[in-house]
Nanobody, 120 residues
Framework: VQLVESGGGLVQAGDSLRLSCTAS????????MGWYRQAPGKQREVVAF????????TYADYAKGRFTVSREDVKNTIHLEMTRLTFEDTAVYYC??????????????WGQGTQVTVSA
């Protein structure tokens, strides 16, 4: 499975931004996907995640009410719509997917990341 993110960039505080992640390869094994981020000098943290068989998305507290995950299953693409961005949202944002393969067990995949920079 390959994950490619897009949509990052430089925005001002209060702006909105939409990130996209497209999965390719053996996408049928994917059973969960999520967005994570890593700010400079900090550990990677979850933004939101969901089980692909469920319509329910779990958001980190800081993302609730500001960020929304949407899916385009036909395109194997998920989006992260971010609104009211603040300087603290500056980070590299990563798309993540999990799958399970008999004999191999749980597998995890990461995109290359896309930089989001919010100017104060």
């Amino acid at each position: 499975v390959q994950l490619v993110e897009s949509g990052g960039g430089l925005v001002q505080a209060g702006d909105s931004l939409r990130l996209s992640c497209t999965a390719s390869g053996s996408t049928s094994i994917i059973n969960a996907m999520g967005w994570y981020r890593q700010a400079p000098g900090k550990q990677r943290e979850v933004v939101a995640f969901f089980a692909t068989g469920s319509g329910s998305v779990t958001y980190a507290d800081y993302a609730k009410g500001r960020f929304t995950v949407s899916r385009e299953d036909v395109k194997n693409t998920i989006h992260l719509e971010m609104t009211r961005l603040t300087f603290e949202d500056t980070a590299v944002y990563y798309c993540q997917a999990e799958g399970w393969v008999m004999g191999a067990g749980r597998l995890e995949y990461w995109g290359q990341g896309t930089q989001v920079t919010v100017s104060a």
